[in-house]
């Protein structure tokens, strides 16, 4: 069946390095993929996205990486802030599937 | 402002009552979702809904009902068949399954 996974569940960097948070993927299906940031008691916040068309796409701070070939999935954030600390979650879904999946997250914690 | 808002945050129940809880969105999505939350643990879907009148299972369904009459309306009700209710729910939309989910807040629900 499907699943999406994380390598670490715990992620702990000081502030002002770089983060890298893994994921991978089973459904070689899968075509399009998100990263949700969820802070403590909140929900999910959308990040960043990428299709499985690219190999990498920027944002503000953040850059997502996937390898289709291995299946694979990271999100770099450069430069870590304390308010970066939360749990972060991949998804991933296929057209036509109606739903994502969801990964069970890895938690970040920013040492100042 | 657009969104999608949950209510009530906390909700306290007694064992063997059904309890409903509420999702209503003003982003104008096709899509609906409802997800269970666990400490420490990732999103398990429970039901979804790509369309007005239409719904499905999710993962974990079983102990749960939902309706969607109304574009911006997917209620959930936490029957009393679910033996372990206490959890974190989150309801999410997007314009499509292949578009980034917009979640609510979540929903705090404690039975005794």
């Known amino acids: 069946g499907e699943s999406v996974g994380l390598h670490l569940p715990t992620l702990s960097v000081q502030e002002g390095d770089n983060s890298i948070i893994n994921c991978a993927y089973s459904n070689s299906a899968s075509d399009y993929f998100i990263w949700y940031k969820q802070e403590s008691g909140k929900g999910p916040q959308f990040i960043i996205d990428?299709?499985?068309?690219?190999d990498k796409r920027q944002g503000q701070r953040v850059t997502v990486l996937l390898n289709k070939t291995v299946k694979h999935l990271s999100l770099q954030i450069a430069a870590t802030q304390p308010g970066d600390s939360a749990v972060y979650f991949c998804a991933e879904t296929y057209t036509n599937a109606g739903k994502s999946t969801f990964g069970d997250g890895t938690t970040l914690t920013v040492k100042p | 402002d657009g969104g999608i808002t949950q209510s009530p945050k906390y909700l306290f129940r007694k064992e063997g009552q059904n309890v409903t809880l509420s999702c209503e969105q003003n982003?104008?999505?096709?899509?609906m979702y409802w997800y269970r939350q666990d400490p420490g643990q990732g999103l398990r879907l429970i039901y979804y809904?790509?369309?007005?009148?239409?719904?499905q299972k999710g993962d974990i369904a079983e102990g749960y009902s939902v309706s969607r009459e109304k574009k911006e309306s997917f209620p959930l009700t936490v029957t009393s068949a679910q033996k372990n209710p206490t959890a974190f729910y989150l309801c999410?939309?997007?314009?499509?399954?292949?578009?980034?989910?917009?979640f609510g807040q979540g929903t705090r629900l404690t039975v005794v």
């Open positions: 999410a939309s997007s314009y499509d399954a292949d578009t980034e989910a917009f």
């Open positions: 982003l104008n999505h096709d899509a």
């Open positions: 809904s790509q369309i007005v009148n239409d719904f």
């Open positions: 990428i299709r499985s068309n690219m």
